[in-house]
């Protein structure tokens, strides 16, 4: 009968004996899978975890299907399930349960590995910080300091007990408006801009050792003494110069804007680095804020630089940015997020100065400014300046000395300088026989700094009644100066048609181009030919022209030559000349005029077309405005 059986089963191709082990094998299999999950889970957690998905009793049955669904909510963690799956099903979803426990078993490895590095991690930042602390109980208990390094603190406050002097400059610096000599009305001007309710950025133009930077700190103290301007009583005045002002593209450094540290280039403050948070750090904008940023020599800073602070100008504030700053660390300080997120003020007054031309001044600062004008010093000024710079001193002076300082220097503070030389001498010779008198200043101390220094006149040429043929007097100017130019010519009779003309050519291309404008209009207004005459003009030392102006002066030398009719010396003229003969327009009438009269020359002839440019004040000297050269000969040449 058994037999009869198994050939029945074996139709299906499956015998009862192959039945019996298929099913002792996944009786087995399941055992061995509830097996792995107690070595992962533990006997007692494996059972707790049972209950709460309510598989205890299906996995404590002895039907092996129930045992197989109790499994899958234990590794599903899912106790809404309640298909019992069929015995044909079995392998499949043991082979799932197996895929699964499998992932749990190669997570529960990682997870283990990475508790075992944080308690690792842990130990070693709770050692460090027991350390930590232990070496701030130490400094809090014994401080910093140790016999050697409280012997070195000793020795330099020893050291800072001793002082020589202070600067003669520091001392002899006006200390009052009332005390600056020679620039009332560009002190004026300035305060006009500055004592405001609404204060304007200003530029200010002028010769070195006039008094810029000078005047432009004594009136923000003025500001600071009127109740309408914004200007708080400690309005900061912020000197740079912008010859020195250096910075790095990326942002590293930045002494005028700022700069970001970040922990890997610069490094900020340890705390901040070893938490890998930049640090920014606030330029001189925000030290200025509130007050005046005053940048001199402005002329000569970085361009770049130049528009990063036009942009600074018009926000107000400097805005900061690392790749570094995380926005959601919550270990960032809060000035430090303050100064990411919403930038450093930098709310003051641009007051900026510069020997250049105005024309050379980037377009775009000069639209956002005001300009003031400094004027050169006379000698007059010079001489008030001198005086007065003795008296702070407590000194006497030989009545010559302030005018033979003015003949060598135009710079105020050049000339204290000077002073300050002179009387350091007289001080000593003085203190050698009698050392309680009143220091006085005598006129040989003044001529022995002056040979030591190899010094020279400013003006070698002097303005006279003498009338000379073939020379005269031109004008130039050079950084706000002006001072006279002495141009001479000289003919001689050649054959017919084969004269030779020379110029000096280190005059430059402008005054070759003059001499030859020149000769067209000798001949337009004389009638003689250029050609028939070896003509020399010269450029008395050789100083270069760089514009048209000294035309008529040149027209003029040639005339006096060829027509020997002399030129009076106590004239100067300046202005381009056409080939018609007429006297165009130039540039620096102010500062000409002032030149021409620092050499003593009584009379200065212009351009027609610069009349409006004629200063208001004129002291000691004369100007005429002419139009064309022919009127100009009328008052030239001497006429006895």
Known sequence: MLRGVDEENSVSGVTWRDQFSQEDQLQRQVTALYTLLANLYGSDKLVMKAGKLDALKLMRSKVLTERVLALQRLVYEDPTLDKVPQETEIPSVLDDIEEEIADLIARKTVEDKIEKKIAERMQTRHEEYVKEIKLQVLKEVSGPDNPYTLKKYAELEKLEQISLSRSALEKLRPASLDQVVGQEAAIRVLLSKLVSPYPQHVIVYGPPGVGKTTVARLVLEEAKRVAYTPFAADAPFVEVDGTTLRWDPREVTNPLLGSVHDPIYQGARRDLAESAIPEPKPGLVTEAHGGILFIDEIGDMDPILMNKLLKVLEDKRVKFDSAYYDPDDPGVPKYIKKLFEEGAPADFILVAATTRDPSEITPALRSRCAEVFFEPLSKQAIEQIVIGAAERLGA?????????????????????????????????????????????????????????????????????????????????????????????????????????????????????????????????????????????????????????????????????????????????????????????????????????????????????????????????????????????????????
Request: include cysteine; hydrophobic fraction near 40%; charged fraction near 25%.
């Open 396 to 640: 006497q002076l030989d009545p010559e000395v302030p005018r033979i300082i003015s003949e060598y220097s135009i710079e105020g503070r050049k000339a204290v300088g000077m002073l300050a030389d002179a009387y350091g001498l007289a001080l000593y010779e003085q203190y050698k026989h009698k050392p309680d008198l009143t220091v006085h200043i005598r006129k040989e101390d003044l001529l022995e700094v002056i040979r030591t220094s190899r010094m020279t006149p400013l003006t070698k040429a002097r303005g006279s009644e003498q009338g000379e043929i073939g020379k005269i007097y031109g004008l130039g100017v050079s950084g706000f100066v002006g001072s006279i130019i002495e141009i001479e010519a000289v003919s001689f009779p050649a054959e017919k048609g084969k004269g030779k003309m020379r110029f000096n050519e280190t005059a430059g291309s402008m005054a070759k181009d003059s001499v030859f404008n020149a000769v067209s209009v000798v001949r337009l207004l004389t009638g003689l030919d250029v050609n028939d005459y070896d003509l020399h003009v010269n450029i008395i030392g050789g100083g270069r022209i760089d514009g048209p102006s000294a035309g008529v002066a040149i027209t003029l030398a040639i005339i006096s030559c060829l027509l020997q009719r002399p030129i009076r010396q106590d004239i100067a003229v300046t202005g381009e000349v056409s080939i018609q003969g007429k006297v165009k327009e130039v540039g620096g009438i102010f500062e000409k005029i002032y030149g021409a009269k620092q050499a003593g020359v009584k009379e200065v002839f212009i351009p027609a077309e610069n009349k409006e440019e004629i200063p208001s004040l004129l002291d000691g000297i004369r100007v005429r405005t002419v139009s064309t050269v022919k009127e100009l000969m009328d008052y030239v040449f001497v006429t006895h």
